[in-house]
């Protein structure tokens, strides 16, 4: 056990001054005693944890002071106190984490199918990753200066680079190998999209003849963007070797490339960039190094373990006769 200093000195001075009961017990301390005992602290955060009086969402702490009030004998308690005796325990009961899965019906669940089996070898699950500071879903990566990194969330982040510069970052893995890349685009285009999507079919996978394609929802992400970008005949060449599969709505973390995205924010541009040349070469190098030591993502999530967590949310079926 580490003790103080201080209170050892104290200690020894009561016990000198006293006896050794008095070095045993606490002297009173300056300032106004605690308003809640142990008791009801604890009877506090019992509270805190229940369910709302009805009518009600959530606890707040008008509500808890006057909860409290109630069920002991205090005449009046401000809602600073019970938030610094919640703040004490970690509990803030108007907030809540939440994993949110929609409806599940037959199109989620025939989506999540396609992007939990194992996929065949030269498949690539692709997905382009980035965020805005006003769009959690938005999927451009925008910088401006004098911020940090947002964490707001999964697929969401802010690199700080210069004034009004705005970057977009695609990334791709390959998830039966130890292959990534991120290809840095100033839009989120149509385009750009395409460009993408033709590089994969031209320059990193020349022999394949399908590629698989697992990407989220965004509007760009489609066979039309080919077209907006190439020539018809072009766009038909680059997609005869394309199989899109999408992710189901409001369920992009069923994308493996969004844990690789996340590796890359963490590992990379978890920092202020200032300048977009650095921006692109510190991105290289961290995608050279990642393939250079063979690093993979191992994927658990398979249809038997959705079948079990999300069961009782399929959609119901009738019983084969």
């Known amino acids: 056990m580490a003790v103080g200093g201080s209170t050892v000195y104290r200690t020894k001075r009561r016990f000198v001054e006293g006896n050794l009961e008095r070095a045993l017990s606490e002297e009173p301390r300056p300032g106004a005693e605690r308003k809640l005992t142990g008791k009801e602290e604890a009877l506090l955060v019992a509270t ?22 109630k069920l002991t004998g205090h005449e009046s308690l401000s809602g600073e106190t019970v938030r610094r005796r919640l703040a004490e325990n970690g509990l803030k009961p108007w907030r809540k984490d939440m994993w949110c899965i929609p409806k599940v019906d037959g199109e989620y669940v025939a989506r999540m199918k396609t992007c939990s089996t194992s996929t065949p070898k030269r ?42 510069a705005t970057v977009n970052l695609f990334v791709c893995i390959d998830v039966h190998g130890s292959w990534r890349k991120v290809k840095v685009t100033e839009r989120r285009a149509a385009e750009d999209y395409a460009q993408c999507m033709r590089e994969l079919v031209d320059v990193h996978y020349p022999d394949a003849a399908c590629i698989r394609v697992v990407q989220d929802n965004l509007s760009t992400h489609s066979a039309g963007a080919l077209y907006e970008a190439f ?63 063979g690093a993979r993502i191992k994927w658990m999530f398979t249809t038997e373990k959705a079948r079990a967590k999300m069961g009782r949310a399929y959609p119901a079926t009738p019983k084969e006769s």
């Open 48 to 69: 805190a944890c229940a369910n709302p009086p009805e009518g009600r969402a959530r606890w707040t702490l008008e509500l808890l002071a006057d909860a409290m009030v």
């Open 123 to 164: 498949e690539i699950p692709s997905g382009r990753w980035s965020a805005s500071t006003r769009a959690r879903s938005s999927s451009s990566a925008r910088c401006a200066s004098r911020s940090r990194p947002s964490r707001a969330s999964s697929n969401a982040m802010i690199a700080s680079i210069a004034a009004t």
């Open 231 to 293: 020539a018809p005949a072009e766009a038909r060449r680059i997609l005869r070797r394309l199989e899109f599969h999408y992710t189901p709505k409001h369920a992009s973390w069923l994308n493996m490339v969004e844990i690789e995205i996340g590796v890359l924010r963490g590992q990379c541009l978890d920092r202020r960039i200032d300048d977009p040349k650095r921006l692109i070469s510190e991105i290289a190098a961290w995608e050279r190094q990642r393939n250079a030591t």
